[in-house]
């Protein structure tokens, strides 16, 4: 039997008191797909970084095609990738002030090629993916999804012995998760080891040869495919949760005691305290410009009415000042500050209220981060860590944290994709304080391209299809009836 591209022997991983990875063992064939599953903070990512030479293990030795690694001065990515090791992460590590051909020929033998040829090369690379994205955009002008279809192209480029994909689907629509599936299968028949990183589980159980479980450091389970059933594996990621979170049918919306109502492209809409309010259309859709132009990020100002009183938005700072707050889908980029804390990017927006005459109290800010850690089931290292360690759903339960903390304050909460990236258990946390907030008369909107986050989160939904909105109360057939308003597209009879 062929030894293994990559040989994990008792692997641990701390961050501080905190374990990481907990002796953990795992070989990845070769020509095998292996899907790594587990909650977040189950030690995932921590797993792909070690393999990868982003972070040092404590212990343990990891073996790549035979060849013991030495935890030295050259234990960082560059080298590992030059020993056919490529990673995919979940947030896009691109140069931002470079162009897409330049970012995929970056530190290759192709680098010092004329501008001519890295731009052929770099087309070459995404029309492997079936992209078409022009080569010589900057990156910088691009939104999430295709920055992270350019990453994607960037880490396939040149010799691989192995690839390991940390959430490559996250921001990529169906089309093309099933060409990204599609070239992974091939790339497997010629050889290649693959370890593919995801919270949708669906995708794991189509692509994957065998299925590896983490859960607090420690595998929990490893199988093939062939012998693994949807509900097993949801138990073995989160035992007792169930994977597809609803809001309680029995819920009773309360009447509404604040209203706001929106003017955009020639329609009103209105949307009430008390209950979640989705809006349903594909990747950049209509749906993101239009919660952007009610944070004041529209190339127009926004015309609102908050309880009958006008409010003209014009930027970020009216929008707050009138009791709206944002969540961006891409948090990396857009909403975490990486240097800083834990504690102080939750209580970034609120500095005003921990201070006492002019200085501010530790005290209070500890106080406040302790509650709506509580109330967010926040996991992973202390308060006073950088951001940057902890896993990418705890990072977005701290985007969510910084407003929810002070969810009075606030009139109106407009999130886009807020379970994006994030597990079964998170979810559950999530939904389970945004209808906790909606309930104590926040007015929530969530914009996404994804069926599973507007059903785990809506009370009623709207199906965006560019001008042309189509309302579709919840029912039932929900699912059904939005994905089919989506598809066959909407008529102005019925906008």
């Keep these: 039997m062929d030894q293994p591209i990559i040989s994990i022997r008792n692997i641990t991983v701390t961050y501080g008191l905190f374990k990481a990875l907990d002796e953990v063992t795992l070989s990845i064939p070769r020509g095998q797909i292996v899907g790594l599953v587990g909650h977040n903070g189950a030690g995932k990512s921590t797993l792909v970084n070690a393999v990868t030479g982003a972070i040092k293990p404590l212990s343990g030795e990891i073996v790549i095609d035979g060849k013991p690694m030495n935890y030295s001065h050259r234990w960082n990515p560059l080298h590992m990738a030059r020993l056919g090791l490529r990673v995919i992460h979940q947030e896009p590590s691109l140069v931002g002030t470079l162009s897409v051909a330049d970012n995929i020929t970056f530190r290759t033998d192709s680098e010092k090629k004329s501008k001519k040829e890295r731009e052929e090369i770099a087309r070459t690379a995404l029309a492997k993916i079936g992209s078409t994205i022009d080569p010589r955009l900057s990156v910088s002008s691009l939104d999430f ?127 009430a305290s008390g209950e979640i309010t989705g809006l349903f259309g594909m990747a950049a859709g209509p749906q993101f410009d239009f919660v952007q132009h009610l944070y004041g990020l529209g190339i127009t100002p926004a015309e609102v009415f908050i309880n009958g009183s006008f409010c003209k938005i014009t930027n970020p700072a009216s929008a707050m000042k009138h009791g709206i707050a944002y969540v961006s889908s891409d948090r990396e980029m857009e909403s975490l500050f990486p240097l800083m804390s834990a504690l102080s990017n ?12 002019g200085f501010l109290s ?124 989506l598809l066959l597209g909407i008529s102005r009879k019925e906008s």
């Design 145 to 271: 999804a295709d920055r992270q279809i350019v990453d994607i192209a960037r880490s396939l480029y040149g010799p691989t012995k192995a690839i390991l994909l940390d959430e490559p689907t996250a921001a990529l629509g169906a089309e093309e998760t099933h060409r990204l599936h599609t070239l992974l299968l091939d790339l497997a028949k010629q050889g290649k080891s693959i370890v593919y990183v995801s919270h949708r589980l669906r995708d794991i159980l189509e692509i994957c040869d065998r299925i590896v479980v983490l859960r607090e450091g420690h595998i929990v389970m490893d199988q093939l495919n062939r012998e693994i059933t949807a509900t097993s594996l949801s138990e073995a990621v989160c035992p007792s949760i169930l994977q597809n979170i609803k809001p309680d049918e029995s819920r009773k919306i309360a009447p509404a005691n604040s209203v706001i109502k929106a003017f955009w492209q020639g329609h009103n809409y209105e949307f």
């Design 346 to 357: 939750v209580c970034m927006p609120w500095l005003n209220n921990f201070s006492i005459f």
């Design 362 to 485: 530790k005290t209070r800010m500890s106080d406040a981060y302790a509650f709506i850690k509580n109330v967010l089931n926040i996991s992973g290292p202390t308060m006073h860590e950088r951001i940057t360690s902890f896993s990418g759903g705890n990072k977005q339960k701290h985007v969510l944290a910084r407003w929810l903390m002070n969810s009075n304050r606030l009139k109106f909460l407009l999130l886009c994709q807020p379970l994006q990236g994030v597990d079964i258990q998170a979810r559950k946390d999530i939904s389970k304080a945004l209808r906790e907030a909606s309930d104590n008369g926040l007015i929530i909107l969530v914009a996404s391209s994804e069926i599973d986050e507007i059903t785990s989160l809506a009370d009623r939904a709207y199906v965006c299809h560019g001008s042309l909105w189509k309302e579709i109360p919840r029912s039932n057939e929900w699912e059904s009836k939005l994905f089919e308003a």
